[in-house]
């Protein structure tokens, strides 16, 4: 962390770490170890429980994971493994973010008028000692007083539109409300450095009905029933999940077989079938209304009908034509190429 970094962390800092946490009275320290001080250990606490950034995805929210792959990660039976670890962009931009949070808090401050601080611990609640609270930064009054949550996250610049008109990811709302509950305060906010140079924030407020009814059943379920008594999740449809069966069995033994004689799995391949016809046959009346259209349009690029803007935008883009790549330039062609392995699925 550099020296200007340090300074703005610095004056986040509370006078009397002690009896700032005490006034937390839903929930109670379960460790005061930093990040920075010891990541490995914080790590460690992080296993002990489900924390903000579990939460959407146990709930579904988080298309770049999964309940399957979490529940590996929280009964230590997952392994590193290339297809699943982060690129080095997603590692780039993690670094980053942990880089810029003591910024972008001071930003929050002055662009607000509101004082935000460090949590000095790790939480947990006082009735579920699973439920944990890794808080970026707590919004306090004149006198220290805790009166809010504040999280902070970076973002492509690709996002600002989303985040502009108040479309930030379901998962970061989830996360918020999830230290809401812990907590037991009502008011949160997000601030968002968007592209390294747009700032956004939206205001959250506790939503009672979504922690009980959805939040709350879907993390006890999780803890208590899949990681305490190692019973995996079911698979999802998800990309995470498609991406953790194929680094889990990358390869296959040539023209090996096995008899898949359950009931189920007859289903799921019949299911496979049947739902794949039904998409072609989709696809292709979809692709007839999209053809009609086009045809009124003529040379129009927007269109309009009683309920819909239809948009037929002109775009150009810019290919590698690797078959002249490859006869004109060959020792270049071979020294970009890049062979990758994968398994093709099937159903007849």
């Not at 610049?157 to 989830?174: C, F, H, N, Q």
């Not at 509950?181 to 390294?196: F, P, V």
């Amino acid at each position: 962390m550099n020296n200007i970094t340090k300074l703005y962390e610095e004056s986040q800092r509370v006078n009397n770490p002690e009896a700032f946490l005490a006034q937390f009275t839903n929930c109670r320290v379960l460790s005061t170890v930093s990040q920075d001080e010891d990541e490995e250990q914080w790590l460690a606490v992080r296993t002990k429980g489900i924390g903000g950034s579990d939460i959407g995805t146990i709930c579904g929210v988080n298309k770049y994971s999964s309940a399957r792959l979490l529940y590996f990660k929280k009964t230590g039976q997952y392994q590193d493994n290339e297809s699943l670890n982060m690129s080095e962009v997603a590692l780039e931009r993690m670094k980053w973010g942990h880089k810029l949070e003591p910024i972008i808090a001071d930003e929050f401050m002055e662009r607000t008028g509101k004082r935000v601080v460090i949590c000095p611990a790790t939480l947990r609640h006082k009735d579920y000692e699973w439920a944990l609270a890794n808080i970026d930064r707590v919004i306090v009054d004149d006198e220290e007083k805790p009166i809010g949550i504040l999280e902070i996250k970076t973002a492509d610049a690709r996002m600002l539109k989303d985040w502009e008109e108040g479309d930030v990811p379901t998962s970061y709302i989830y996360q918020l409300q999830w230290y809401l509950w812990i907590t037991g305060l009502k008011y949160g906010a997000i601030a968002g450095l968007i592209g390294g140079n747009r700032f956004v924030t939206l205001e959250v407020y506790r939503d009672d009905d979504l922690i009980k009814n959805t939040i709350f059943p879907a993390a006890d379920k999780f803890w208590n029933y899949h990681v305490k008594n190692l019973i995996e999740p079911d698979l999802s449809g998800s990309e995470a999940d498609a991406a953790f069966i194929q680094s889990q069995f990358p390869d296959a033994e040539k023209d090996s077989e096995i008899a898949l004689t359950d009931d189920e799995d007859n289903e799921l391949a019949e299911f496979i079938v049947q739902t794949k016809q039904q998409i072609k046959e989709l696809e292709k009346k979809m692709n007839e209304a999209i053809h009609k259209l086009q045809n009124k349009m003529q040379n129009n690029e927007i269109g309009y009908t009683t309920d819909h803007i239809i948009k037929w935008s002109p775009r150009t883009q810019t290919r590698v034509d690797t078959d002249k790549l490859k006869t004109e330039f060959p020792d270049i062609y071979e020294a970009c190429k890049k062979t990758i392995k994968y398994r093709t699925f099937t159903v007849k």
